[in-house]
């Protein structure tokens, strides 16, 4: 099965799309990562949660694309600091961003959707979670 973003080579046109996206909404924030041998492809990024009860306003989040993407959504983990909610994280860490239920027009739309999307919602998330 080939990978949905295509080959270092040649790279699909929804790599190309998610790749735009990101630079335009955030700029330098987040980097992408092709790992050299498979692999899922990644972005990385900080973010500054401007609220003032934080000590360090700092977040690194990573947003993870599955193998199934886009037919499945990417993944969302804020892996520093290491924060944790119950109701509202797996157990992994990734956090819980929409409910499938509310479909296509409310969650995630595989026609529509980007890495974008699920970084606003992760860092929507972390405003709602202080």
């Not at 692999?39 to 609220?51: A, F, I, P, T």
């Not at 993870?64 to 290491?82: G, L, T």
């Amino acid at each position: 099965m080939s990978n949905w973003w295509g080959s270092r080579k040649d790279v699909s046109p929804r790599l190309i799309w998610e790749v735009e996206a990101m630079k335009s909404t955030f700029s330098g924030t987040f980097k992408l990562h092709v790992p050299p041998f498979g692999g899922l492809l990644y972005w990385e990024g900080s973010v500054d949660v401007n609220m003032s009860i934080l000590d360090n306003s700092e977040h690194k989040l990573k947003i993870v694309y599955p193998k199934e993407y886009p037919n499945r959504p990417a993944e969302a983990y804020c892996i520093k600091p290491r924060i944790y909610s119950e109701k509202h994280q797996y157990e992994d860490g990734q956090l819980c961003l929409f409910n499938p239920k509310d479909g296509e027009n409310y969650g995630w739309n595989p026609s529509k959707s980007t890495a974008v999307t699920v970084a606003g919602w992760a860092i929507q998330w972390l405003y709602a979670y202080y």
